[in-house]
């Protein structure tokens, strides 16, 4: 008897089929990284501050009147009127302030995620994503605190400018007032960072193996979707807080983020600790469907940019 040896063909093949399922270029947001090249870590950083700062632009643009209406909620106390005016208030300086921190997170996130699935089993591969995005979160907040502070008190109509609220900000409160919420900043939107990414890598994880092949921009646009409502309704009493420590500037109503539950609670009962859910879960939701398919179209562009089909 002879043995049936494979055609050199059929190793091409193989190698080839190989190697398109394990293209980090191709996948940005994917499980494995299978290839045996060196890890690049500044082209993974300058791909993932580039995708993070447009697809954080894009998601503010698209959606800030239903963050301004969300904080009007949050902020309004005993049934106050909520004021449908000027919902794009703050949002020019605020951009200047998302790109940024966008780009931070991501570009942060990124090689982090990469280097912890390859030190991690696969069966971790949630952990990574997990630590990954609050390390992500971290870095970012340096900048995403005073943007959100800036943008919340011009939603409410405390500044006319960005400008001027920081001015106005630091003269009355110090530089530290720019800061004002930063340990709920952080309680806040370090597990939502965390969870939401897990949740998205996770999802896009089981999609991928049930139907075989990475999905397209509406199927991201989908995860990305349920990753973020999900997120944002379970995040949403850490939200409240946060809210209510960024905007009462020098009048503090509140000592702290327990002082801030307490009197919540005491207040205006448990069901203050979820004003603005509706809005929240619906801004998120969308927020995440346009922030992922863009992210994970703009990484595909660079990639197809620096090999260019011949």
Known sequence: MTSKVPSPDSFDALKSKMSVQKDPD???????????????????????????????????????????????????????????????????????????????????????????????????????????????????????????????????????????????????????????GYGSFLLRDLPFDAIELCIYEQLRIGYKLAAKRDPNDPENAMLGAVAGAITGAVTTPLDVVKTRLMVQGSQKHYKGISDCVRTIIKEEGTRALFKGIGPRVLWIGVGGSIFFCVLEKTKRILAQNRHPKA
């Open 26 to 180: 191709k996948f940005f947001m994917s499980i494995t990284e299978g290839e045996k090249k060196p890890f690049d870590f500044l082209r993974v950083l300058y791909d993932g501050c580039i995708a993070g700062g447009v697809a954080g632009v894009m998601v503010e643009t698209a959606l800030y009147p239903i963050d301004t209406i969300k904080t009007r909620l949050q902020v309004a106390r005993d049934g106050g009127k909520i004021v449908m005016k000027g919902l794009y208030s703050g949002l020019s300086g605020n951009l200047v302030g998302v790109l940024p921190a966008s780009a931070i997170f991501i570009g942060v996130y990124e090689p982090t995620k990469q280097q912890l699935l390859k030190s991690l089993p696969e069966n971790l591969s949630a952990v990574a994503h997990f630590a990954a995005g609050a390390i992500g979160g971290i870095a970012s907040s340096l900048v995403r605190v005073p943007t959100e502070v800036i943008k919340q008190r011009m939603q409410i109509g405390q500044f006319g400018s960005a400008p001027d609220a920081v001015r106005l900000i630091v003269s009355n409160e110090g530089f530290k007032g720019l800061y004002a």
